[in-house]
């Protein structure tokens, strides 16, 4: 069954494609199972919301989200299941105000992202300003385990973002393996929150010219017993829908991964891909 459980709309900031062309488009490729979750980040100074490209603020629009979500589900429920998602980004610097929305909004099901480091300095620009691999890993890794831990996402969102940032030496490999001991404690709690974790087809077009994360990972998230992964082509663009699909389910199987997952009403339905 086609599924893609992390993309865009013009909902959020960054989103090229309008509710009604992702529909449209995820139709004509034959995918049950959409989920459009679009971005909400925390910052430590501004209100809640997003960061445009040029790292300014962008404020969340609930209402618009919540509108042209359902107008689409309206127009298209009937001929694929509709999610109504968000993407979380550094939930644990404004715990109150993301259990609210929760509250207010009954989502589908919800990604649990990190985005921004201390400063509200967005991940991208960060790298750009010479900070090291580590140092970026270690703010980084600090901000996902604070998340897994307040367990409000269903699913663990595109975990290696930072590689497809980070300045290495050239040759050098982009992997999570020298950051081995925090990933694994992150993998972890959120196994044992019961979350799932995303294979990301993003990566296919980013530094890392893979989808992610690397199978060590998701072996590691199985050995802490954690069961289902997700699948996001996190589409920002209506022909971006399913990028890195058979790249991600290729690999989950060789992790040995034997379900996949997407939330209703915030519970798991999990499905078969061996
Ligand atoms: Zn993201
Ligand atoms: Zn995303």
Redesign the pocket.
């Known amino acids: 069954m086609l599924f893609d459980v992390h993309t865009h709309t013009t909902s959020s900031h960054d989103g090229k494609s309008t509710p009604f062309e992702m529909c449209e488009a995820a139709i004509e490729k034959g995918i049950k199972v959409l989920a459009f979750t679009e971005?909400w980040d925390a910052f430590e100074t501004y209100i809640s919301g997003m960061l445009d490209d040029d790292g300014r603020c962008v404020a969340f629009r609930e209402n618009e989200l919540h509108d042209s979500f359902f107008e689409a589900k309206e127009r298209y429920g009937d001929r694929l299941t509709l999610l109504y998602g968000i993407?979380f980004?550094e939930p644990s610097l404004k715990p109150t105000e993301a259990k609210e929305l929760v509250a207010r909004q009954k989502f589908d099901m919800i990604?649990g992202?990190v985005?921004v480091l201390d400063g509200d300095m967005d991940i991208i620009p960060y790298a750009a300003s010479g900070a090291s691999a580590e140092e970026i890993m270690d703010k980084y890794l600090d901000r996902e385990i604070a998340m897994a831990k307040m367990c409000i996402a269903d699913s663990l969102?595109?975990l290696d973002?930072p590689l497809r940032y980070v300045k290495v030496a050239p040759g050098e490999k982009l992997s999570l393996l020298p950051y081995r001991e925090r990933v694994r404690e992150l993998l972890r709690i959120t196994a044992q929150n019961g979350m799932a974790l995303e294979i990301n087809g993003a990566g296919l077009v980013k530094a890392t010219k893979c989808v992610g994360p690397e199978k060590w990972v998701i072996e590691d998230y199985l050995s802490f017993g954690g069961q289902y992964i997700t699948f996001g082509s996190?589409a920002h663009l209506a022909q971006d829908l399913l990028r890195g699909y058979n790249e991600s389910m290729a690999l989950a199987r060789e992790a040995g991964v034997k379900y996949a997952v997407y939330f209703k009403e915030r519970r798991p339905h999990p499905f078969r891909i061996d």
């Open positions: 971005h993407e980004g990604m992202s985005h969102s595109h973002y996190d």
